[in-house]
């Protein structure tokens, strides 16, 4: 699929924000790559894919953009054996075929669906969020819808996963997570009404097994949850939707820095009765690096985002709400501990001095312990992350970090993948594709997760822009095709 393209800076124009001009301009191609050239060597023990999804809008928009309007768009990078191809291509969601068929945008983008076109539904775009789960990949959209599947090579859409949900109306967040020892995918649903969240359990067949209602005090914007080997954790955090403002007709995000967060802790096919809450300093959460069990506690680390304050010390509430519908990230890692028989929290930071976010580590040690996490340092200003790290969660250490030029780099989401023999549990690469738009060039990464300092161990040098985007994840070639449903 090819368009022609005046501007590839501004393919749409500059009339819609910033948002989708320049380095966040879309991609218009869906290209095919092999046999570019590599400063450094591919590890020939790499085998598997990364996959980074994000908003790719492919029709001019009706108004305003906002980065959660795009169509999803896959960018993935298949190891094999030391040989590597790139590929790109549109999630086809039931949005983008209806779109597709009237050649033009059908959907109005968030900004106006908040102000005064509340009736009009948003495009679910399965932009937000990939996974593997059953052999294929699974794209996912922040505000729960259907989860789309997707042949993790070819990137060929297979089609909605409507068996991952009961009924007509219900849908599947952003941020499921899948136990690689069960094939199990854990899985959160949230909107604006009453019970306000669901929770639901996939099989490694892609077989709803259970789901369960979970009562919120009001409606909440969740945005990820966490599992161990027996619980599963969901999150209500004091970010919603503001009622007297709805019913006045508008809409407002309001953080309330005076109520707790609470963590929700319930066993993994648990009923609804069985949640147990435990409360914490109220604060936001987007991502969630990893959690499981020790003795009797459950132990989750994640990047909390600092509050904004006034001059004079006290929480800027406001400010802090706005910073989260922007995504101005300003993230430190925490680790939060809750007693499953006393019921004591604790909760701590583990590094004050680092703003990082969009965390990863060795996935098939989702819900047990890990030790480490690769992370992105995040431009608190925008959607810009200028260098890759990694951190000993246990101690909040800042082991290694690398950025090729901190004031011109995007990185993606990088994404750590085990060497074919992992000994231990950070025997493997770190991936990231990186955009520099000083040279205005595109690459690969591949790094050692044993030391990131040491720079990258290959340079793949490519030759189109990936814009920035949001999540991204890996598959071992064992996981690939293993068992789809
Ligand atoms: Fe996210």
């Given amino acids: 699929m090819n368009q022609q393209v005046k501007d590839p800076d501004a393919p749409f124009g500059h009339e819609y924000g910033p948002y989708i001009t320049d380095v966040f301009a879309p991609v218009l191609d869906e290209e095919t790559h092999t046999d570019l050239p590599v400063t450094g060597e591919i590890p020939q023990d790499l085998n598997g894919v990364y996959l980074r999804n994000g908003p790719n809008p492919r029709h001019e928009p009706k108004g305003d953009y906002h980065p959660f309007d795009g169509d999803g768009m896959l960018h993935s990078a298949h190891f094999d054996q030391g040989r590597l191809v790139i590929r790109n291509r549109w999630v086809r969601t039931e949005a983008w075929q209806r779109e597709h068929e009237a050649g033009r945008s059908e959907y109005w983008g968030i900004r106006q669906t908040l102000k005064g076109r509340e009736d009009q539904p948003l495009k679910d775009s399965a932009n937000t969020d990939v996974i593997g789960h059953a052999g294929v990949a699974i794209a996912n959209w922040y505000l729960a819808g259907v989860p789309y599947a997707l042949d993790p090579i070819s990137l060929e859409t297979l089609g909605p996963r409507r068996g991952y949900l009961d009924a007509m109306g219900s849908g599947m967040s952003a941020h499921c997570k899948v136990d690689e020892a069960t094939g199990e995918l854990m899985y959160f649903d949230y909107g604006d009404q009453f019970p306000y969240m669901w929770y639901g359990v996939v099989d490694s067949a892609g077989n709803l097994v259970h789901r369960v209602p979970i009562e919120l005090p009001g409606n909440r914007l969740p945005h990820d949850m966490a599992i161990t080997e027996h619980y599963s954790i969901l999150h209500d955090h004091p970010v919603f939707h503001d009622e007297g403002a709805r019913a006045a007709g508008r809409h407002k995000v309001v953080f309330n820095s005076e109520m707790p967060s609470r963590l929700g802790v319930i066993p993994r096919r648990g009923d609804a009765a069985s949640i147990r809450w435990f409360e914490f300093t109220g604060a936001f959460i987007y991502h969630v690096v990893n959690a499981w069990e020790e003795d009797d506690e459950i132990v989750m680390v994640a990047c909390r985002y600092m509050p904004a304050r006034q001059s004079d010390g006290s929480f800027d509430d406001a400010r802090t709400a706005k910073m989260i519908t922007r995504l101005m990230m300003d993230a430190r890692l925490w680790q939060y501990r809750m007693n499953l028989t006393t019921g004591e929290c604790r909760e701590k930071c583990l590094d004050p001095d680092h703003n990082v976010e969009f965390p990863s580590y060795d996935a098939g040690k989702t819900g047990r312990y890990t030790q480490f996490a690769y992370l992105v340092d995040h431009d608190p200003n925008t959607l810009r992350w200028w260098g890759v ?81 949001f999540h991204a994840c890996w598959m071992s070639a064992d996981q690939i095709g293993s068992s789809a449903p």
């Fill in 389 to 469: 790290c990694k951190y000993d969660t246990d101690t909040g250490t800042r082991l290694s970090a690398w950025t090729d030029d901190a004031a011109h780099c995007w990185y993606s989401e990088p994404w750590f993948a085990p060497a074919d023999d992992q000994y231990d549990e950070d025997r493997g690469y770190v991936i990231a594709f990186v955009w520099n738009d000083r040279a205005k060039t595109q690459e690969l990464q591949i790094f050692d997760a044993k030391d990131l300092n040491k720079g990258p161990l290959a340079r793949v040098h490519m030759p189109h822009r990936i814009p920035p985007g």
